[in-house]
C-alpha cells in the first residue's frame, strides 16, 4: 500500500504539468461539447432560459467604463455604474439573478453573437450598421456628444473649431464617425476612455469628444477640464439581443417602459447627474426607432466593397508599421552594439548595468514597458509623443535582444584569432574593430534579419498608445463593418506578404554562411 | 636578446613552471621539446604577453613584461611594454589562426598598415615580396579557406615577418598538418634560420630540431630537465627523463 502511495506521488511530480494540461484540455472538450449541444442541436429561446435558470448573463466591458459599468475603487470586488442600477431593476422585473460577464468592448457584440451572454449593455449606440447584425431594444438612453477642453485653452468653442486640431475619441464610437465626416480633423482613436483625458491633460492632444456620460464624468471633478459647446448630434443606447430573441426583445422593452413611467430610471440616471431633457425623448421610442429604418444612411454601399474601400486605410497603417519597424531597429541595432560593448569590454559597473538592462527588458512583457513609458512616464514629468513612445518602446526592448545576439557572436570568433592580432601587436580595440567585429556581424545578420521580422509582427503591440498602424487599422475597420473574417485575412496576408521575403532572405543568409563554415 | 628570469606560473592552484629560468642571444636557434602538456606553448604564450604569470619577468632587449595581463592586453606602461615586445617578437601558432575574412595580401598587409602606419602601397609590396619569400606568389588574392594548411601556415610566417620581428617564435607549426606539406613549411623557417633570424621553435620534428637548432632545450612538467648542443643532446643525453623520451621518438 505504501508502495502503491508513493508511485502514486512520483508521478504526480514528474507529470505535474502534463496531468493539469490534460485536464484543462478535457475540460475545453466538454465545455466545448456543451457549448455546441446549447447552440447548435438544442436551440431554445433566451427569454425562456432564463426563466428557467432564474440567471440572466449580462456582456459588459468594465475597464474604464465609468459611468457605466467599472470596479468600485473603494471596494474593487463590486461593480458600480448607471447601467449596474439598470440591469438590476431589469433583473428583478424578470424576476430572476444577475450574471456578469467581462468581456472586451471591442468584440462585445461578437461575443454576444457567439452566445457568451444574454444581453449586451454597455453604451452601445444604436446604429444601422449595428441593426444589421444584432436586435436592439428600444433605447434606454439619449446621449449626445460632448467637446471636453483644458480649462486654460480657449481657442475651442464648438465643433467647427476642432479643425486642424488633434482630438481624442473612443473606437468605434458615433463620436469619431461625426469627426472623421467633418474631414479636417486629426483623429487620435483610444480604446480604454481614461487615456484620453490623460493625453489632454498631458497636451498630447487639444480636446476630446465623447458621448456626453463619459465626457461628464470626467470632467466634473477636474478642475483643469472643462466642457464647451452644447451636446453635438443625438443618439441612443439600446441593449443588444441576438437575432432571434425577439421574445425576449419584447419582455426588455416592456419593462424600459415600465422603468420609464414608474420613474425608476429617471432616479437611477440622476444620482449618476445624467438626466437632462433629452431623456423624455425615450418615451418617444416608437417613432425614434421607425425613424432610422425610413432613412438608413450608409447601410446601402456596405456589403460588397470590401477591397477597394479598406484596403487604402490597411495600406496607410501597413506604411506606419514598416517606419515605426525600421526605425525601432535601427535603434535596437545601435543600442544592443553600445549594450554588447559595456558588457564584453566595459569596466565592473558598466558590466552591472548592461547585464541588468538586458535581463529586465528580456524579463518583463513589451505590453508593461509601453505603458510605462506612456502612460507612467508623465507622473515624473516626461511626456513622450506617442510615436517617441513606439519608437523608444520597441528599440529599446529589442536592443536587450539584439545585445545578446552580437554578444553570442562575438564570443563565436575563435580565440586564436584575437591572440593573432595582438601578436602582430595590434591594440586591443584594433583587434576588435579590424578582425572581431567584421566577422561577428557574419554571423549576427541571420538572426537579426529574424529578430527584425519579430519586431515587425510585435509592432502590432503600439496600437495600444493611440497610433493607427497596421493592426490598430484592422481593429476599426473591423469593427465598423463587423467583418473580422475577410478584413483579418487581408491584413494578416498584409504581414505576411511584408515578413515573408526578409524570412526566405534569412534562410539564405543562413545557408550561405553554412556551407562557408564547410569550408572552413 | 630574450631573457626569462625566475618565471613562475600557475593555472589554477597547479603550479606550471616554478623557477624557469632562459636567455636566448640574438642570433640563436632555440628548438623546445617534450611531452605534451610540457608547457611548451604557455611558454612560448607567455613570451609574447598572451599569458599570464605571478612571478619573474621576461625581457626583450630593453622592455621589461612582468606578468600581470588584463583580458589579454593591458593600459598604460605594461600595455606599451607589451606592445613594443610584440612587435619586436613575431609569433607563429599551431592553427595558424589566419583572418577568414581578407584576402592572403590583406592578411599580410592589415597589422604594417593598422599599427605601423605604413602606407598601402609600400605594404602591398612588402606583402609581395615576403610571399615570394615563402614560395606564395601566386596565392595574394586567394582567401584563407581556399589554401591547404600548408599554405596557410607559410602566410602566416609571412604575415608574422611583415612586422619585421627581431626574433620569430614557432608553436608547433606543423603539428596540424598533413605530413606531404610538412616539408614546404620547415624549408620556409629553414630559409628564415639560414638569414640569421633568432627563432625558438617548440616542436615535435626531431630530425628538424637536430638541423637547424643551436640549441636544443628538453622540457618536463614545466621544467627544463636538460639542455645543450643537438648533436650531444641526441646522442648522448644525460637525463633518464631525455632518454625516455627520446627513445620514444627515435624508434
Ligand atoms: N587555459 C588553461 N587552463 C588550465 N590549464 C592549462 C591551460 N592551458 C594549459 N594548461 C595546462 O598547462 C600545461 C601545459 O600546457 P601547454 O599547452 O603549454 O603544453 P604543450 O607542451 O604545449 O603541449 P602540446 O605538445 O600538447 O601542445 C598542461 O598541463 C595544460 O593542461
Ligand atoms: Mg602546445
Known sequence: MRRFHEWLIFIIMEYKYFIIRCIVMLQMCFSGIFFSINHAFAYQDTLDKIKSSGVITWGFDAEGGAPYVFRDSANPSKHIGFEVELVAAIARELGVKVRYFQNAWDSILLSLQRGDFDIALNGIEITPDREQSVLFTRPYYAYAEQIVVRDSDNRIHRLEDLRGKKVGTLYNTEAKRLLEAMGGIAVNIYSGQVEPFKDLLLNRIDAVFVDLPIAAYYTMPNPQLHMVGDPVGDGYYGIALRKEDASLADELNKIIEKLLRSGELKKIYSRWGLWNVAQEKLFLHEGILKNYAESPPSSSEKAPIVLTKFLPTLLKGALVTIGISILSMMLAVVLGLILTFMRLYGNTWLRMVSTAYIEIYRGTPLLIQLYILYYGLPSIGITLSAFVVAILGLGMNYAAYEAEIYRAGIQAIPKGQTEAALSLGMSGRLTLKRIILPQALRITIPPMTNDFIALFKDSSLISVIAITELTKSYGILAAASMDYFKLGIITALLYFGMSYPLSLYARKLEKKLKSHDRNL | ?251
Open chain 2, 1 to 251: 636578446m630574450i631573457e626569462i628570469c625566475n618565471l613562475f606560473k600557475q593555472y589554477e592552484h597547479q603550479p606550471l613552471f616554478k623557477d624557469l629560468h632562459l636567455v636566448v642571444e640574438k642570433g640563436s636557434v632555440v628548438a623546445i621539446i617534450g611531452p605534451s602538456g610540457s608547457g611548451k606553448s604557455t611558454l612560448l604564450r607567455c613570451m609574447n604577453g598572451l599569458e599570464a604569470f605571478q612571478k619573474g619577468y621576461i625581457s626583450v632587449d630593453d622592455q621589461r613584461f612582468c606578468g600581470v595581463l588584463e583580458r589579454g592586453y593591458n593600459k598604460g606602461q605594461e600595455g606599451i611594454t607589451i606592445k613594443n615586445i610584440r612587435r619586436k617578437v613575431g609569433m607563429v601558432f599551431q592553427q595558424f589562426n589566419l583572418f577568414p575574412h581578407m584576402s592572403v595580401l590583406h592578411n599580410i598587409t592589415v597589422a604594417p598598415i593598422f599599427v605601423l602606419g605604413v602606407d598601402q602601397a609600400e605594404a602591398e609590396s612588402n606583402a609581395i615580396s615576403l610571399l615570394r619569400k615563402v614560395h606564395l606568389m601566386e596565392k595574394a588574392g586567394k582567401y584563407p579557406v581556399q589554401l591547404s594548411g600548408g599554405e596557410q601556415q607559410r602566410v602566416a610566417v609571412a604575415r608574422a615577418l611583415a612586422m619585421k620581428p627581431e626574433a620569430m617564435l614557432f608553436d608547433e607549426p606543423t603539428s596540424s598538418l598533413d605530413p606531404e606539406m610538412i616539408e614546404e613549411v620547415l624549408l620556409v623557417v629553414k630559409e628564415l634560420v639560414s638569414e640569421g633570424m633568432t627563432t625558438i621553435i617548440a616542436t615535435h620534428e626531431m630530425g628538424f630540431a637536430r638541423d637547424v637548432s643551436t640549441r636544443v632545450l628538453f622540457l618536463d612538467k614545466g621544467e627544463i630537465v636538460e639542455q645543450g648542443k643537438p648533436q650531444e643532446m641526441f646522442s648522448n643525453p644525460q637525463n633518464d627523463r631525455t632518454k625516455a623520451f627520446l627513445s620514444r621518438f627515435m624508434k
